[in-house]
C-alpha cells in the first residue's frame, strides 16, 4: 500500500516568512508524528497525535511552531517567522497505537532551507 | 533522561567483511528499540523491533539483538548496496515517540 507521504519535498523560503508542510500517514494508522533532523544531527521529537487526544506538543522548541491534524488523517507543521536555525529535514512518521505493534513508518521529508 | 548511544560514528568496510553496531540505551521501562535504515535525502527506513532481552530478529544479511542494555547490529558479508546510515531508537512504556541515537554510517567498498 502507499506509504507516509509529505509534501513539499524542499521549500526556500526567507527569514521571517510562514511555511506550512504537510503530512499524509499510511492509511489506518491512528497515531502521527513530526520529527526534525538538523544536519550531521540526530533525529529529535516535535510533536505526535492519536486520534482524538491531547497532541503531545513536548518537543516543539518554540512558539513559533505548531501542528495541526484532522482526525486521523492530513497534519500540518506550520513554522512562523522562520529563522535560519530552522532550516533541517522535517520527517512526518505514523504508527498504529493501542496493541502495537509500535515501528513509526517515515516519509521521504521536507528539507527547508532559510535564507 | 533517556539516553541512546551509539558506536562506531563510522564504519568502513570490505565487501564481504563482517562486522557490529552498537546501541547502548538508558531508560526508564523500555517498551521497544527500534532498528532504521537511512539512505542519503531518504526518510528512514523500518528494519526491526526488538522487545525483550534474548530477542532476536533477522533480514537477509542484517541481525539484531538485544540485551538489558545495548543492542546489536550484525552486517554479515555485506554488500555495497548495504552502505547507509543505521539509526537506533527506543520507545519507553509510559510514552510513544522515539528516541535517537545519532547514527553510524555503514560504507562497504567493493
Known amino acids: 500500500g502507499a506509504g507516509v507521504s509529505q509534501s513539499p519535498s524542499n521549500k526556500v523560503t526567507e527569514k521571517g516568512k510562514d511555511v506550512e508542510l504537510r503530512c499524509d500517514p499510511i492509511s489506518g494508522h491512528t497515531a502521527l508524528y513530526w520529527y526534525r533532523q538538523r544536519l550531521g544531527q540526530g533525529l529529535e521529537f516535535l510533536i505526535y497525535f492519536q486520534g482524538n487526544s491531547a497532541p503531545d506538543k513536548s518537543g516543539l522548541p518554540s512558539d513559533r511552531f505548531s501542528a495541526e491534524r484532522t482526525g486521523e488523517s492530513v497534519s500540518t507543521l506550520t513554522i512562523q517567522r522562520t529563522q535560519q536555525e530552522d532550516s533541517a529535514v522535517y520527517l512526518c512518521?505514523?504508527?498504529?497505537?493501542?496493541?502495537?505493534?509500535?515501528?513509526?513508518?517515515f516519509g521521504p521529508g521536507t528539507r527547508l532551507t532559510v535564507t | 533522561e533517556d539516553q541512546v548511544t551509539q558506536s562506531p560514528e563510522a564504519l568502513r568496510l570490505q565487501e564481504g567483511e563482517s562486522s557490529s553496531l552498537n546501541c547502548s540505551y538508558t531508560v526508564s521501562g523500555l517498551r521497544g528499540l527500534f532498528w532504521y535504515r537511512q539512505d542519503p535525502g531518504k526518510g528512514p527506513e523500518f528494519l526491526f523491533t526488538l522487545y525483550s532481552a534474548g530477542e532476536e530478529k533477522e533480514k537477509e544479511r542484517l541481525k539484531a539483538t538485544l540485551t538489558k542494555k545495548e543492542s546489536f547490529l550484525h552486517i554479515t558479508a555485506p554488500k555495497p548496496e548495504d552502505s547507509a546510515t543505521y539509526l537506533c531508537a527506543v520507545q519507553v512504556s509510559n510514552d510513544y515517540k522515539l528516541s535517537f541515537g545519532a547514527g553510524t554510517t555503514v560504507t562497504v567498498r567493493a
Open positions: 512518521a505514523s504508527s498504529f497505537f493501542s496493541g502495537g505493534p509500535y515501528e513509526q513508518y
